[in-house]
T-cell receptor
Framework: DGGITQSPKYLFRKEGQNVTLSCEQN?????MYWYRQDPGQGLRLIYY???????QKGDIAEGYSVSREKKESFPLTVTSAQKNPTAFYLC????????????????FGSGTRLTVV | SQQGEEDPQALSIQEGENATMNCSYK?????LQWYRQNSGRGLVHLIL?????REKHSGRLRVTLDTSKKSSSLLITASRAADTASYFC????????????FGRGTSLIVHP
């Protein structure tokens, strides 16, 4: 079945440590996104990529980095510069051109919960 | 950045009742989408309505869009305990960025 796989489901980070969250999709979608979700604040965009080897900052990119070396993969690294990384991270993908009305919308992974210990 | 805002923030009803959630946004959109999120899980796409559409149905879901008021509503009829979840609206701007902007969601609890 096609979909998005995020791993790990739970991740613990020590102070000063970089950690990488994995996001893989087999939907052949062009665009991929990373969102951060905090209680009561909805989803905030961290980074997005619409084509391989290219990505753009979202609203809260500071302290995060990404790469898009393959169409299927869009890993997110939470660096030590991110002072408050404890949150639920969601990866999503979509077909480019959905502005004209693709009926399927955006596909999300099941999320990674990151906790600082 | 533009953001849809859902109202109410929380809604508690009995099984069998209808649940209505609203979404307001600020600028012109290409389409508006509704998503559902069960606790601790990812979002699931429910329905997309285009700016030139006024109403869409999918099973027990009914979505309306009023572009003059910049608002949308999601109606869940004959609710079930399994409908308990958070519901988000997401708007896609006319600017062609293809980046959806999500609201903060409505938390729905359906009591059996």
């Amino acid at each position: 079945d096609g979909g998005i796989t995020q791993s790990p489901k739970y991740l613990f980070r020590k102070e000063g440590q970089n950690v990488t969250l994995s996001c893989e999709q087999n939907l052949n979608h062009d665009a991929m996104y990373w969102y951060r979700q905090d209680p009561g604040q909805g989803l905030r965009l961290i980074y997005y990529s619409q084509i391989v080897n290219d990505f753009q900052k979202g609203d809260i990119a500071e302290g995060y980095s990404v790469s898009r070396e393959k169409k299927e993969s869009f890993p997110l690294t939470v660096t030590s510069a991110q002072k408050n990384p404890t949150a639920f991270y969601l990866c999503a993908s979509s077909i480019i051109g959905q502005g004209t009305g693709d009926r399927y919308g955006y596909t999300f992974g099941s999320g990674t919960r990151l906790t600082v210990v | 950045s533009q953001q849809g805002e859902e109202d109410p923030q929380a809604l508690s009803i009995q099984e069998g009742e209808n649940a209505t959630m609203n979404c307001s946004y600020k600028t012109s959109i290409n389409n508006l989408q509704w998503y559902r999120q069960n606790s601790g899980r990812g979002l699931v796409h429910l329905i997309l309505i285009r700016s030139n559409e006024r109403e869409k149905h999918s099973g027990r879901l009914r979505v309306t869009l009023d572009t003059s008021k910049k608002s949308s509503s999601l109606l869940i009829t004959a609710s079930r305990a399994a409908d308990t979840a958070s519901y988000f609206c997401a708007t896609l701007d006319l600017g062609g960025s293809y980046i959806p902007t999500f609201g903060r969601g409505t938390s729905l609890i359906v009591h059996p």
